[in-house]
T-cell receptor, first 113, second 111 residues
Framework: DTGVSQDPRHKITKRGQNVTFRCDPI?????LYWYRQTLGQGPEFLTY????????KSRLLSDRFSAERPKGSFSTLEIQRTEQGDSAMYLC???????????FGPGTRLTVT | GIQVEQSPPDLILQEGANSTLRCNFS?????LQWFHQNPWGQLINLFY???GTKQNGRLSATTVATERYSLLYISSSQTTDSGVYFC?????????????FGAGTQVVVTP
Protein backbone atom coordinates (compact mmCIF):
# COMPACT_ATOMS: atom_id res chain seq x y z
CA ASP A 1 0.00 0.00 0.00
CA THR A 2 1.72 3.18 -1.18
CA GLY A 3 1.26 6.45 0.65
CA VAL A 4 0.30 9.86 -0.66
CA SER A 5 2.67 10.97 -3.40
CA GLN A 6 3.42 14.48 -4.61
CA ASP A 7 5.22 15.74 -7.67
CA PRO A 8 7.53 17.55 -8.02
CA ARG A 9 9.27 17.42 -4.67
CA HIS A 10 11.06 20.70 -5.31
CA LYS A 11 10.27 23.57 -7.65
CA ILE A 12 12.24 26.76 -8.22
CA THR A 13 10.52 29.38 -10.34
CA LYS A 14 10.86 33.02 -11.15
CA ARG A 15 8.36 35.56 -9.94
CA GLY A 16 5.45 35.88 -12.35
CA GLN A 17 5.61 32.33 -13.68
CA ASN A 18 2.82 29.78 -13.28
CA VAL A 19 3.42 26.49 -11.47
CA THR A 20 1.37 23.33 -11.08
CA PHE A 21 1.72 20.63 -8.44
CA ARG A 22 0.24 17.16 -8.46
CA CYS A 23 -0.98 15.00 -5.59
CA ASP A 24 -1.91 11.32 -5.80
CA PRO A 25 -3.83 10.19 -2.70
CA ILE A 26 -3.77 6.77 -1.15
CA UNK A 27 -5.82 4.38 -3.26
CA UNK A 28 -9.56 4.52 -2.49
CA UNK A 29 -9.22 7.61 -0.30
CA UNK A 30 -11.98 9.83 -1.60
CA UNK A 31 -11.13 12.85 0.55
CA LEU A 32 -8.15 14.99 -0.40
CA TYR A 33 -6.75 18.08 1.32
CA TRP A 34 -4.18 20.75 0.48
CA TYR A 35 -2.17 22.65 3.09
CA ARG A 36 0.61 25.24 2.94
CA GLN A 37 3.48 25.48 5.40
CA THR A 38 5.84 28.45 5.63
CA LEU A 39 9.14 28.32 7.44
CA GLY A 40 8.81 27.92 11.19
CA GLN A 41 5.02 27.59 11.13
CA GLY A 42 2.53 24.78 11.26
CA PRO A 43 0.67 23.82 8.08
CA GLU A 44 -2.37 25.91 7.15
CA PHE A 45 -5.47 24.51 5.48
CA LEU A 46 -6.06 25.59 1.87
CA THR A 47 -8.82 23.44 0.40
CA TYR A 48 -10.60 20.10 0.56
CA UNK A 49 -12.18 17.72 -1.97
CA UNK A 50 -14.63 14.93 -1.53
CA UNK A 51 -14.30 12.93 -4.71
CA UNK A 52 -14.26 15.56 -7.47
CA UNK A 53 -16.21 18.18 -5.52
CA UNK A 54 -14.28 21.03 -3.90
CA UNK A 55 -16.18 21.52 -0.65
CA UNK A 56 -14.12 24.04 1.27
CA LYS A 57 -11.69 26.81 0.37
CA SER A 58 -9.64 28.89 2.77
CA ARG A 59 -9.37 32.66 2.46
CA LEU A 60 -5.66 31.95 1.98
CA LEU A 61 -6.51 30.61 -1.46
CA SER A 62 -6.41 33.83 -3.46
CA ASP A 63 -7.65 34.23 -7.03
CA ARG A 64 -4.20 33.21 -8.26
CA PHE A 65 -4.65 29.74 -6.78
CA SER A 66 -6.82 27.04 -8.27
CA ALA A 67 -7.20 23.39 -7.34
CA GLU A 68 -8.88 20.62 -9.26
CA ARG A 69 -9.63 16.96 -8.87
CA PRO A 70 -11.28 16.17 -12.19
CA LYS A 71 -11.91 12.44 -11.85
CA GLY A 72 -11.89 12.16 -8.09
CA SER A 73 -8.44 10.59 -8.05
CA PHE A 74 -5.34 12.81 -8.32
CA SER A 75 -5.48 16.54 -7.69
CA THR A 76 -3.58 19.52 -9.06
CA LEU A 77 -2.84 22.85 -7.42
CA GLU A 78 -1.92 25.69 -9.76
CA ILE A 79 -0.48 29.04 -8.77
CA GLN A 80 -0.59 31.76 -11.39
CA ARG A 81 1.73 34.77 -11.48
CA THR A 82 3.79 33.51 -8.55
CA GLU A 83 5.00 35.95 -5.93
CA GLN A 84 7.88 35.62 -3.46
CA GLY A 85 5.33 35.23 -0.68
CA ASP A 86 4.16 31.99 -2.31
CA SER A 87 7.44 30.32 -1.33
CA ALA A 88 6.42 27.51 1.00
CA MET A 89 5.96 23.78 1.36
CA TYR A 90 2.70 22.62 -0.22
CA LEU A 91 1.35 19.51 1.48
CA CYS A 92 -1.35 17.14 0.34
CA UNK A 93 -3.24 14.72 2.56
CA UNK A 94 -5.95 12.15 2.07
CA UNK A 95 -8.41 10.14 4.10
CA UNK A 96 -11.04 7.49 3.35
CA UNK A 97 -14.73 8.24 3.55
CA UNK A 98 -16.01 8.54 7.10
CA UNK A 99 -12.50 8.55 8.62
CA UNK A 100 -11.10 11.74 10.08
CA UNK A 101 -7.44 10.71 10.34
CA UNK A 102 -5.46 12.38 7.55
CA UNK A 103 -2.33 10.97 5.93
CA PHE A 104 0.18 13.38 4.44
CA GLY A 105 2.43 13.24 1.42
CA PRO A 106 6.08 14.35 1.36
CA GLY A 107 5.21 17.83 0.11
CA THR A 108 6.35 20.07 -2.73
CA ARG A 109 8.79 22.77 -1.71
CA LEU A 110 8.30 25.89 -3.83
CA THR A 111 10.91 28.63 -4.05
CA VAL A 112 10.02 31.80 -5.93
CA THR A 113 13.04 33.91 -6.88
CA GLY B 1 -11.87 29.32 14.47
CA ILE B 2 -10.33 27.00 17.00
CA GLN B 3 -7.01 28.01 18.55
CA VAL B 4 -4.20 25.54 19.23
CA GLU B 5 -1.26 26.22 21.49
CA GLN B 6 1.72 23.91 21.92
CA SER B 7 4.32 23.98 24.64
CA PRO B 8 7.21 24.13 25.04
CA PRO B 9 8.26 25.68 21.73
CA ASP B 10 11.71 24.11 21.99
CA LEU B 11 13.05 21.13 23.89
CA ILE B 12 16.60 19.84 24.15
CA LEU B 13 16.98 16.35 25.56
CA GLN B 14 19.84 14.04 26.27
CA GLU B 15 19.44 10.58 24.76
CA GLY B 16 17.54 8.35 27.16
CA ALA B 17 15.56 11.14 28.80
CA ASN B 18 11.77 11.31 29.02
CA SER B 19 9.67 14.31 28.01
CA THR B 20 6.11 15.59 27.80
CA LEU B 21 4.73 17.84 25.08
CA ARG B 22 1.45 19.67 25.60
CA CYS B 23 -1.30 20.82 23.25
CA ASN B 24 -4.11 23.11 24.45
CA PHE B 25 -7.12 23.85 22.28
CA SER B 26 -9.87 26.40 22.67
CA UNK B 27 -13.01 24.44 21.75
CA UNK B 28 -14.40 20.92 21.53
CA UNK B 29 -12.85 18.76 18.81
CA UNK B 30 -13.84 15.97 16.44
CA UNK B 31 -10.29 15.11 15.51
CA LEU B 32 -6.92 15.46 17.17
CA GLN B 33 -3.74 14.15 15.61
CA TRP B 34 -0.09 14.22 16.66
CA PHE B 35 2.53 14.32 13.92
CA HIS B 36 6.31 14.17 13.76
CA GLN B 37 7.83 16.21 10.96
CA ASN B 38 11.18 14.84 9.87
CA PRO B 39 14.03 17.01 8.54
CA TRP B 40 12.80 16.47 4.95
CA GLY B 41 9.39 17.88 5.79
CA GLN B 42 7.37 14.66 5.83
CA LEU B 43 4.58 14.64 8.38
CA ILE B 44 4.46 11.23 10.02
CA ASN B 45 1.28 10.18 11.80
CA LEU B 46 1.89 9.36 15.46
CA PHE B 47 -1.60 9.25 16.96
CA TYR B 48 -5.22 9.89 16.09
CA UNK B 49 -6.55 10.66 19.57
CA UNK B 50 -9.62 12.92 19.96
CA UNK B 51 -10.03 11.41 23.43
CA GLY B 52 -8.50 8.77 25.68
CA THR B 53 -5.03 7.27 25.87
CA LYS B 54 -2.95 5.38 23.33
CA GLN B 55 0.53 3.91 23.33
CA ASN B 56 2.86 2.97 20.52
CA GLY B 57 6.27 1.76 21.61
CA ARG B 58 8.13 4.52 23.41
CA LEU B 59 5.44 7.06 22.57
CA SER B 60 2.11 7.53 24.25
CA ALA B 61 -0.58 10.19 24.14
CA THR B 62 -3.49 11.25 26.29
CA THR B 63 -6.30 13.62 25.36
CA VAL B 64 -8.63 15.01 28.02
CA ALA B 65 -11.30 16.44 25.76
CA THR B 66 -13.39 17.93 28.59
CA GLU B 67 -10.39 19.99 29.72
CA ARG B 68 -9.24 20.73 26.17
CA TYR B 69 -5.70 19.46 26.20
CA SER B 70 -3.58 16.61 24.93
CA LEU B 71 -0.19 15.34 26.04
CA LEU B 72 2.44 13.45 24.06
CA TYR B 73 4.96 11.46 26.07
CA ILE B 74 8.33 10.43 24.72
CA SER B 75 10.20 7.91 26.84
CA SER B 76 13.83 6.85 26.54
CA SER B 77 14.39 9.40 23.79
CA GLN B 78 16.65 8.59 20.84
CA THR B 79 18.42 10.87 18.38
CA THR B 80 15.92 9.77 15.73
CA ASP B 81 13.18 11.42 17.79
CA SER B 82 14.58 14.82 16.82
CA GLY B 83 12.30 16.99 14.71
CA VAL B 84 9.18 19.06 15.07
CA TYR B 85 6.10 17.64 16.74
CA PHE B 86 2.75 19.08 15.71
CA CYS B 87 -0.65 18.80 17.28
CA UNK B 88 -3.55 19.35 14.86
CA UNK B 89 -7.24 19.55 15.67
CA UNK B 90 -10.55 19.78 13.85
CA UNK B 91 -13.01 21.83 15.85
CA UNK B 92 -16.53 20.50 16.29
CA UNK B 93 -17.92 23.59 14.59
CA UNK B 94 -15.37 23.59 11.78
CA UNK B 95 -15.84 22.08 8.36
CA UNK B 96 -14.94 18.42 7.89
CA UNK B 97 -11.24 17.88 7.49
CA UNK B 98 -10.10 21.40 8.25
CA UNK B 99 -7.19 20.67 10.56
CA UNK B 100 -5.82 23.56 12.58
CA PHE B 101 -2.17 23.04 13.50
CA GLY B 102 -0.27 24.38 16.45
CA ALA B 103 3.09 26.07 15.97
CA GLY B 104 4.91 22.88 16.93
CA THR B 105 7.54 21.82 19.45
CA GLN B 106 11.09 21.60 18.09
CA VAL B 107 12.79 18.63 19.78
CA VAL B 108 16.54 18.06 19.66
CA VAL B 109 17.90 14.85 21.18
CA THR B 110 21.64 14.91 21.76
CA PRO B 111 23.81 11.78 22.03
Amino acid sequence: DTGVSQDPRHKITKRGQNVTFRCDPISEHNRLYWYRQTLGQGPEFLTYFQNEAQLEKSRLLSDRFSAERPKGSFSTLEIQRTEQGDSAMYLCASSPDGVKEQYFGPGTRLTVT
Amino acid sequence: GIQVEQSPPDLILQEGANSTLRCNFSDSVNNLQWFHQNPWGQLINLFYIPSGTKQNGRLSATTVATERYSLLYISSSQTTDSGVYFCAVEGSTDSWGKLQFGAGTQVVVTP
